[in-house]
């Protein structure tokens, strides 16, 4: 019995083991080894080259050495943190060292496993209430300053294409001109943009364009337009009660979200005020304030024509979820009066609605959106054939992964009327583009599901589908978008290039017409008559041939001689012919 006693006694005295923690530790040194090898080498992790270069006696004392230092610290707050960031930080630089979205996806997965089998109850973090907004002005900063750089280098660097650039760029020439959005190189002749698509909304940046007359202030401006809906959404982080820190986190996801970016990048479009707009509309809609809700719906109407759709969905939205009928019955039914009429007056006066977007859907012909209706309540399976197809699937799975699927996740049915524009706008139609992150099409269902992810957050409140969510957009944007930073670079190494074409830009005058090649015509824009050259059939003074890729639709040969005179010409850069 003596000697079981001295026993015990000896245990007490001997420093408990916890073995979980030293597993835990011994993982999370092998991956910030991991991750510096990755980050240290000028060779990419999937080139077996890579393993060569990796002596695995000095990788093993490294680990062991820096497990010795981890075991050192009793922080196990710190611990948890650093496990999270290490692990943020080696996906972030696996997929941006290879952009496969597939990869991304893993590394998604990978650290969602590990998150959620960390114990996040030790961590305390708490933040003042100001640190939200101060995020959220870093954000736009950063996120404006991100891709309005890079399509400004873009521009400069004479990539930019006429559709849809080149045509933005000549209606706010003109609009500043004459105050009417008037294009040519949109239809090949002379017409009002809003006989394509009805959007007075750009009106609002006018001013500030005629304070800056430069294209590059539309680039700028965009990505100042979509970054400012982080404002509406901390407000309804805050309607909801969610903690400074759920705030933050929403901020960097709204932030990084991949379709914003992605939407950005294809240049200025009226799409892009659908961001902030419709989480304008949805706040107020829940503070009940009339005023502001109608202000709202009108400019929201007056982005496009099909902005009614997200218009009415909201209205109906919140007429099963509050009890101001009149208001929201009221802002439904003048949705579908300006739809009807817009779409009316775009048929009659304009260049027509664009409904072969959903021919698979009007099985008659006519063109007509009723039919699409009626096909609809016809025959309901098929429309998950149009729906779920496996570039779509794609697309579905960049759109959620980002915010862990929690649009869904609600045992609240009514908040999936607000699916209705993911369903309605992206998936439902045959036209690729919508489906497509890398364009504008979006900006407004986006808005919505980071909307319902926070609305079902504040009921689910479990920081681990939080932090996935967080860590998840982060790998995916870095993902994505990361190789743009390559810009910089081409900027730096298309400097002579730019400096010839620039100059052979420069010997057309201002109030001459032209004809330009796609990718030169935005640098032109800024005149009363331009066509793009691929396109058109009209007669121009001046002719500008983009000489740096080969194409079938126009020769340099076409232009000697032939009644044109050569004003300039750069083998491999570009020819400027003007017609005598």
């Not at 891709?147 to 760029?169: A, E, K, P, R």
């Not at 009429?341 to 006066?349: D, E, G, P, S």
């Not at 002719?543 to 491999?572: A, M, P």
């Not at 570009?574 to 005598?580: P, S, T």
Request: glycine fraction near 4%.
């Amino acid at each position: 019995m003596e000697i079981v006693n001295r026993i015990k006694r000896l245990k007490s005295k001997l420093p408990t083991v916890d073995v979980r923690d030293i597993l835990f530790k011994l993982l999370l040194s092998w991956v910030l080894i991991s991750a510096f090898y990755v980050a240290s080498s000028d060779i990419s992790f999937v080139n077996t080259f890579f393993f060569e270069k990796i002596k695995l006696s000095v990788f093993i004392v490294s680990v062991l050495t820096l497990w010795v230092i981890l075991c050192k610290i009793r922080d196990k707050s710190f611990i948890r943190i650093l496990m999270i960031l290490g692990l943020l930080v080696y996906s972030i630089l696996g997929a941006v060292g290879y952009t496969d979205f597939s990869f991304s996806v893993g590394c998604c997965i990978v650290t969602g496993i590990v998150v959620f089998l960390t114990d996040l109850s030790e961590i305390r973090l708490k933040v003042h209430w100001s640190v939200p907004w101060i995020m959220a002005g870093a954000l736009i900063v950063g996120f404006t300053f991100f891709v309005g750089m890079i399509c400004c280098l873009y521009y400069q660097n004479h990539w930019t294409s006429c559709f849809d650039f080149g045509i933005f760029s000549q209606m706010f020439y003109h609009m500043k001109e004459s105050g009417l959005p008037l294009v040519t190189c949109e239809r090949d002749r002379l017409l009002s943009h809003f006989a394509v698509h009805f959007s007075p909304i750009y009106y609002l940046l006018l001013p500030i364009y005629m304070l800056i007359p430069d294209p590059r202030t539309l680039l700028v401006m965009q990505a100042l337009i979509v970054a400012s809906g982080v404002v509406p959404l901390l407000l309804i982080c805050k309607e909801h009660k969610l903690s400074d820190t759920a705030c933050c986190a929403f901020a960097v996801i709204y932030t990084l979200y991949p379709c914003f970016a992605g939407g950005c990048f294809t240049y200025i479009h009226e799409n892009n005020f659908l961001a902030p707009l419709v989480l304008w509309l949805v706040y107020f809609c829940e503070k009940g304030k009339t005023v502001p809700k109608i202000i709202f719906t009108v400019l929201l109407l007056s982005v496009k024509e099909d902005a009614a759709v997200y218009v009415a969905v909201i209205a109906l939205y919140f007429l099963f979820t509050d009890k101001n009928y009149k208001c929201n019955i009221s802002i439904l039914l003048l949705s579908v009066v300006y739809f009807i009429t817009v779409t009316n007056r775009l048929a009659k006066y304009g260049d027509g609605v664009m409904t072969g977007r959903y021919d698979n859907y009007i099985y008659d012909g006519s063109g007509s959106l009723i039919t699409m209706i009626f096909a609809v309540v016809k025959n309901p399976v098929y429309v998950l054939s149009q729906s779920f197809t496996e570039e779509k699937l794609l697309f579905i799975l960049q759109m959620l992964l980002p915010l862990m699927f929690l649009p869904f996740i609600t045992k609240n049915p009514k908040r999936f009327i607000l699916i209705i524009p993911f369903l309605l706008i992206n998936l439902m139609t045959n036209y690729q583009w919508q489906y497509n992150i890398g364009f504008q099409y979006g900006f407004g269902s986006g808005a919505l599901l980071i909307y319902l992810a926070a609305v079902n957050y504040s009921e689910l409140k479990n920081g681990k589908v939080l932090l996935t969510a967080l860590c998840s957009s982060a790998v995916i944007f870095f993902g994505l978008y990361y190789h743009r930073t390559d810009y910089f670079k081409s900027y730096e190494e298309a400097a002579e290039q730019r400096e010839i074409i620039d100059k052979a830009l420069s010997l057309i005058p201002e109030n001459a017409s032209v004809a330009s090649s796609t990718f030169l015509l935005p640098n032109l824009s800024q005149r009363d008559e331009i066509y793009e050259l691929e396109r058109t059939d009209k007669a121009a003074e001046y002719y500008v041939l983009d000489l740096r890729y080969q194409t079938e639709e126009y020769s340099e040969w076409d232009y000697i001689g032939n009644g044109f005179k050569l004003v300039y010409y750069k083998e491999g850069a570009v020819g400027v012919y003007k017609r005598v």
